[in-house]
């Protein structure tokens, strides 16, 4: 069965089909938990993390610079260093990490042209915009 419902990551239900799977889900969230999807064909590992429509989440989306200052309230703490090795004269590579119950992770990618006060291109990790809209529980980070 390819499909698998995780809650608090712990396996709860497997599924032949999306359809059955995707109506437990809602059910679920309808009780207030935050259920997670998986689709995998091995019985090794759950496979990768699908939205209820079958697509793959991925690990980083990209967004907004208004929406990732947003973002960032949500966070015990928040710092960036700059990525020298992988720098150019022409642009400047920045990773924010953030402290978030107690652990420290990472939490977006940014791109700044050289002498830019706002990047270009700014990519975050998908889990903790998940958890911050209420769709994945802080446990699971």
């Known amino acids: 069965m390819p499909y698998s419902i995780t809650l608090a990551g712990d396996i709860q239900h497997c599924y032949p089909d999306l359809g059955t799977a995707r109506s ?3 059910e679920l969230r309808g009780q207030g938990q935050k259920p997670r999807l998986y689709y995998s064909t091995s019985f090794e590992h759950l496979g990768c993390e699908i939205d209820d429509y079958g697509t793959p989440i991925p690990e980083y989306t990209h967004i907004s610079w208004n929406d990732f200052a947003k973002l ?10 700059v990525d020298d090795e992988l720098s150019s ?26 002498c830019e006060t706002v990047p270009d291109y700014l990519r975050v990790r998908t889990t903790f915009l998940r958890v911050t809209q209420g769709l994945m529980d802080p446990d699971e980070v």
């Open 24 to 26: 437990d889900i809602l």
């Open 72 to 81: 960032l309230p949500h966070f015990e703490a928040c710092w960036s260093v």
């Open 89 to 114: 004269p022409t642009y400047r590579l920045v990773d924010v990490f953030v402290l978030f119950c107690g652990c420290s992770h990472h939490l977006a990618d940014m791109h700044y042209p050289r």
